[in-house]
């Protein structure tokens, strides 16, 4: 094992999911306050309440031994509506969340925008509107303002392309019949507002580390026909290098940018955006990982499955279409379980662009439940986890830099849309999506499992 001496072990959440508050000291509602709940599922308003309890949150973090702590900041705290005023109110929240992770020796790694869209913007068009980008900026300045001297990790935008390839589930999708190109224009003023605030970034803090958080995966063809071979290709192109070639060399993939325009759906560039995208540069690439996922050529007779969550947007008429992948076990909610596939992922992403990479997301989605004696015993996160970090260690021997590893998530919170029911933390929150109970916060036998790994530097097999 070679992992770097400073290596980040840590753990993620997202402002959202996690804090609860939804509505206290100036907050604006955000889409996903707004937003229509999936039936049964918690809603947003109490969360996990680490907006009241990140004190004791952060020091069982730090009982665990992590090194980093990966969180959002929820924009509407610190502009309400989106722009306009400040909020003073929020700006001393996230201060006092820092200064806890540096009195416990703990990195923070901020992700500037985690699928809270300010509401007050999506009524005024969203992302498909270009103010958008500008008020993003205004937001990340603040933010660099005011935090750059402690925080030297930021992260520009959480999953840009599961917005963009998945938006009935994270909420960016519009109705009409536009909505693909709509979806395409919102992303191309998402790759603005990341370069100006990644440039900026880089001119105002000192130190900065700055770079992407997307949602990459290894693409496998489901035979060796040439014709799954290519239709492998191009869901790459478009799920994965789109992203990343923007963000590091400043230009659309071109095999990304033939799908969009062969179905009328590619966006509108001005003239002037082609500097602006081309003047950014990442320090890393921060990448969240679940799965790998499997294609087929157009046309073939495979049944397909698609669920109604980050899973879906596997197919594209003409050019691809997901599939399961028959050697691949899944999770209780259906995700496949590929470590192998983490490894191939890290390498293809290094070997292509040879920056660092921070995974600030990877973790088992499970239905967990205290036994008689008050425990959670969680065995299946732990295998996932520790098959996963295992991969990962043999990435680094295969020559990849591997910055930090940040699972989701460090406590229990609510997913994006199938509630607390689907818990992914090291630490137990008592609470159902019914009931808000105690809250009363329990470390998980993986919570026990992972400070050992931390202490021992990774696992020896
Ligand atoms: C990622 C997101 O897509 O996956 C997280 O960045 C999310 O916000 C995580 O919670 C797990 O997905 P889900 O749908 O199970 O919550």
């Known amino acids: 094992m070679s992992l770097r001496n400073d290596f980040l072990w840590g753990a993620s959440t997202s402002a959202y999911q996690v804090e609860g508050a939804s509505a206290e000291d100036g907050k604006g509602p955000s889409v996903q306050d707004v937003k229509t709940l999936v039936q049964g599922t918690a809603d947003f308003t109490v969360s996990s309440d680490h907006y009241h309890r990140f004190d004791e949150d952060i020091a069982l973090m730090a009982k665990m031994g992590l090194k980093a702590y990966r969180f959002s900041i929820a924009w509407t705290r610190i502009y309400p509506k989106g722009d306009g005023p400040v909020n003073e109110k929020g700006l001393r929240h996230y201060s006092q969340v820092i200064d806890t992770c540096l009195l416990h020796g703990i990195t923070p790694i901020v992700t500037i925008y985690h699928f809270d869209l300010p509401a ?24 660099f303002q005011r935090f750059g001297d402690r925080v030297k990790y930021w992260l520009t935008i959480n999953e840009q392309n599961m917005m963009t390839l998945c938006g009935n589930a994270v ?3 519009e109705e009409g019949e536009d909505a693909c190109r709509t979806l395409y224009q919102q992303n191309h003023h998402m790759f603005l507002a990341q370069a100006r605030a990644m440039s900026l970034c880089h001119a105002m803090v000192q130190d900065a580390h700055i770079g992407p958080a997307p949602n990459i995966c290894s693409i496998y063809p489901r035979t060796c026909a040439p014709e799954d071979i290519l239709a492998a290709q191009d869901f790459e192109a478009l799920r994965n290098w789109l992203y990343l070639d923007m963000t590091v060399h400043g230009e659309y993939n071109p095999i990304a940018w033939n799908i969009l325009r062969k179905k009328g759906i590619e966006p509108v560039i001005l003239p002037e955006d082609r500097e602006v995208l081309k003047a950014a ?11 790998t996922i499997t294609v087929q050529a157009p046309g073939s007779n495979a049944k397909q499955e698609n669920a109604a969550d980050q899973q ?24 496949e379980i590929d470590p192998v596939g983490f490894r191939t992922t890290l390498r293809e992403v290094y070997e292509r662009y040879r920056l660092p990479l921070l995974i600030t997301e990877n973790g088992l989605g499970d239905e967990d439940a205290v036994d008689e004696n008050g425990e959670i015993d969680d065995e299946n996160r732990i295998a996932y986890l520790s098959d996963h970090i295992v991969q990962m260690q043999r990435a680094v021997e295969d020559g990849v830099d591997v910055l930090g ?4 998530s460090a406590l229990d919170l609510v997913s994006t849309h199938e509630g607390i029911r689907k818990r992914y933390g090291f630490i137990y929150v008592n609470r159902t999506d019914e009931e808000v109970l105690d809250l009363r916060r329990i470390p998980k036998k993986s919570f026990y499992w992972y400070r050992d790994v931390i202490r021992s530097g990774g696992i020896r097999k």
């Not at 068009?125 to 603040?142: E, F, H, L, S």
């Open 171 to 173: 909420g960016t999708l």
């Open 312 to 335: 879906t947007g596997t197919t594209e008429t003409g050019f691809y279409e997901g599939i399961r992948n028959p050697y691949l076990g899944r999770t209780r909610f259906g995700w």
């Open 405 to 408: 590893y940040c699972p989701w």
């Open 120 to 143: 007050a913007l999506l009524d005024a068009g969203g992302w498909k509107n270009r103010a958008t980008a500008d008020a993003y900026v205004r937001y990340a300045q603040t933010l």
């Open 281 to 291: 540069k990442p320090d890393f690439i921060a990448l969240n990982y679940y799965n």
